[in-house]
């Protein structure tokens, strides 16, 4: 996993409300369960969420956690930089300090051209974007399911 647990389950979170809650809040407690996230876990990662905008809150017996802006507004790179992933494509993969283009690791030059593809689906695309490949693929792996 590139990131860290915090900002993938984030994200899970983010694309959960986007497809499921359709402006209805959904409790905590729910969506622990159904992304099987650690319910104490879970509300360290909706704080942020939560301050950010990203996502907003409705207390009560109605009450639960809905997206505050269209999914075509969130960029993945605004969920996964609320967990200090803002600079996961900086420095060497393999962490040794001083790697660069003039001073490369032994892995440099293979993760250079991968990092720059990362980056730019970090900051191009949408959770919008992700839902509708999402849908495509999940319908895939059902049809391959079903057929075993």
Request: hydrophobic share 35%; charged share 20%; net charge positive.
């Amino acid at each position: 996993m590139i990131f860290s647990k915090s900002a993938g389950y984030a994200l899970q979170t983010v694309i959960y409300l986007s497809n499921y809650s359709k402006g209805k809040p959904v409790s905590q407690q729910d969506l622990a369960t159904d992304l099987n996230i650690p319910f104490h876990y879970l509300g360290k990662i909706l704080q942020p969420l939560t301050k950010s905008k990203i996502v907003s809150s409705r207390k009560g017996g109605h009450g639960g956690f809905y997206l505050n802006k269209s999914p075509k507004e969130i960029v993945l790179c605004d969920i996964v930089n609320l967990f200090g992933e803002e600079d996961c494509f900086d420095g060497c993969v393999i962490g040794f300090p001083g790697c660069s283009d003039s001073s490369p690791c032994p892995l440099h030059d293979d993760w250079k051209p991968a990092k720059n593809i990362l980056q730019n689906i970090m900051l191009k695309h949408t959770i919008d974007e992700w839902n509708k490949n999402l849908s495509v693929k999940l319908d895939y792996i059902k049809s391959i399911v079903s057929t075993k």
